[in-house]
């Protein structure tokens, strides 16, 4: 039984990547490209490339290409498991790209590069948000900051967003002009916030790791006040072999951030006129562990620095 049900989940994590994939090819193909705006990742390399050649190399050659060696370079490095679906999508991506530039060959929305370049990254953003969601990877610059990540101390998000900076602000070499830079920039915003929306609309639940001298009180707070349950677990702090206590809150529904801030301020207001918790800092963290923050972006987060 459990035989079967991996299959299904591996089939299933396949199906939603190459669908993932398919609309990031149309925004790509059918929206980004028409207008002449550069993105990040290696289809923004591709893209200009096929723009300093006037098409004469196309971009999904330079994408394949350049993912080969950059799959030759870190297999030994990350490891063929790790790669593979990311070999799989290079695959699928490429044949994808070639399919839709021979279905789209004129812009769908002409004289509007803006509106064409939000809608474009908009798919995309949801494509990449469907890959991510079924672990997988669109290779380029994914690759490359996986290879770092393995000898720095570089934070996945900022090496991925560094290069895509990089990637868009090239494209003043080919255009000469700084709009079509802020164009990309626009666009990768776009994706961005559409690849955290995909993402955390699938989540089904946030699982947060309280560590606390207090959590007794802690505790009591997210039970009482806030109407939550939590569970106390037994654990060792193995640096200093002393017993701890582990709260573990487990909520299913999304909360605004900016109601999480504005509850968490109404509450420590409360704590400093009626002294119900010994201190702000702690109503803050009741507050935000009660509540579901779909910006965070771990399965589980530790709180202890906010913790008095």
């Not at 039984?1 to 990031?24: A, E, P």
């Not at 394949?64 to 990350?78: E, G, H, M, T």
């Not at 699928?92 to 474009?120: D, H, R």
């Not at 709260?247 to 006129?273: F, G, H, N, Q």
């Amino acid at each position: 039984m459990s035989n079967k049900y991996l299959k299904d989940f591996y089939w299933r994590d396949y199906v939603n990547i190459v669908f993932g994939l398919l609309l990031y090819a149309v925004g790509l193909v059918a929206f980004i490209k028409p207008v002449g705006i550069v993105t990040g990742g290696l289809a923004g390399v591709g893209l200009l490339v096929e723009y300093a050649t006037n098409g004469w190399i196309p971009l999904q050659i330079t994408y394949f290409v350049v993912n080969c060696l950059l799959l030759l370079f870190s297999v030994k490095i990350l490891g063929v498991k790790f790669l593979l679906k990311t070999i799989f999508s290079v695959i699928i991506l490429t044949l994808l790209i070639s399919l839709c530039q021979s279905f789209f060959k004129e812009p769908i929305i002409k004289n509007e590069p803006m509106m064409s370049g939000v809608i474009g990254a908009m798919l995309c953003g949801a494509g990449i948000g469907f890959v991510f969601n079924a672990n997988g990877s669109t290779g380029g610059t994914d690759i490359v900051v996986a290879v770092l990540n393995k000898f720095k101390n570089m934070a996945f998000g900022r090496g991925m967003l560094l290069c895509d900076f990089i990637i868009i602000c090239s494209s003043y070499i080919v255009f000469h002009d700084y709009v079509k830079i802020i164009y990309g920039l626009v666009v990768m915003g776009v994706m961005t916030y559409v690849i955290d929306m995909v993402i955390n609309g699938f989540r089904q639940s946030v699982q947060f790791l309280i560590f606390s001298s207090k959590y007794e009180l802690i505790a009591d707070v997210i039970n009482k006040e806030l109407k939550r349950g939590c569970t106390v677990l037994d654990g060792t702090g193995w640096y200093s072999k002393e017993p701890k206590k582990v709260i573990v809150l487990r909520t299913a529904k999304a909360t605004p951030m900016d109601a999480i801030r504005r509850e968490t301020w109404e509450r420590s207001e409360s704590a400093r006129k009626t002294q119900k918790y010994i201190s702000s800092e702690m109503a803050a963290v009741a507050v935000i562990a009660a509540s579901t923050a779909a910006t965070i972006e771990p399965p589980s987060t530790s709180w202890e620095a906010m913790v008095v």
